[in-house]
């Protein structure tokens, strides 16, 4: 099946500063990807979409100012958390639609464990 | 808004038997998904359903879907340890060129022991 990775895998950072998390889709193209926040012991929240060469889309409650997403390429979009907050401690994670398979396989990647101290 | 409910939350059960999880939905959806979540891990996806009375199965899971109750069950047979994980099911909240913005349920954490 196609594959979807994530880097880092983990990082942690001082409380203020920012972090980038790549999402990359290593074997097919995806003009979207989502990108995903998991608490521990909790379900997955879905943050926004992101679309290549377009402004990706936040769900309700979601801070588009921290969050900064770009789709610049359709194999890659990142998500960077700006100053960035010990309450942004999470997992996240993003997945992709392989659109030109018909699967409807939604494929997730590794995910990026942030702590911020 | 769309609501999900998975139930139960908690599943212990000893090897060899049966049981069925549940995942209700709140509105129509065009998909259904079922992933399987190790500790420390990301998602691993068991199961898509796409239509009314769909049912797919792969070992000893087996996941089917009635839209018109607007209910997916996920059935283990004859447990074993290495089922041991969280299940989320999920419910794609897009329509058309939206599609792929999944809603997850809060998950079942089952434990199987001898």
């Known amino acids: 099946g196609a594959v979807v990775s994530q880097h880092p895998s983990w990082v942690i950072c001082k409380s203020g500063t920012s972090v980038k998390i790549e999402c990359r889709s290593l074997d097919f193209q995806a003009t979207t990807m989502f990108w995903y926040r998991q608490f521990p012991k909790q379900s997955l929240m879905l943050m926004a979409t992101s679309n290549e060469g377009s402004k990706a889309t936040y769900e309700q409650g979601v801070e588009k100012d921290k969050f900064l997403i770009n789709h610049a390429s359709l194999t890659l979009s990142t998500l960077t958390v700006t100053s960035a907050h010990p309450e942004d401690s999470s997992f996240y994670i993003c997945?992709?639609?392989?659109?030109?398979?018909?699967?409807?396989?939604?494929?997730f990647g590794p995910g990026t464990r942030l702590t911020v101290t | 808004e769309l609501k999900v409910e998975q139930n139960p939350l908690f599943l212990s059960m000893q090897e060899g038997k049966n049981y069925t999880i549940y995942c209700n939905y709140s509105?129509?959806?065009?998909?259904l998904y079922w992933y399987r979540q190790d500790p420390g891990k990301s998602l691993e996806s068991l199961f898509v359903l796409l239509s009314n009375g769909a049912v797919k199965q792969e070992g000893r899971l087996m996941a089917s879907l009635d839209t018109k109750a607007r209910l997916s069950t996920l059935h283990i047979t004859a447990a074993v340890h290495d089922l041991s994980a969280t299940y989320f099911c999920?419910?794609?909240?897009?329509?058309?060129?939206?599609?792929?913005?999944?809603?997850f349920g809060r998950g079942t954490q089952l434990t199987v022991w001898p």
């Open positions: 999920a419910v794609d909240r897009g329509r058309g060129s939206t599609l792929g913005r999944l809603y």
């Open positions: 509105t129509t959806s065009d998909r």
């Open positions: 997945s992709a639609d392989d659109s030109g398979s018909l699967s409807y396989e939604q494929y």
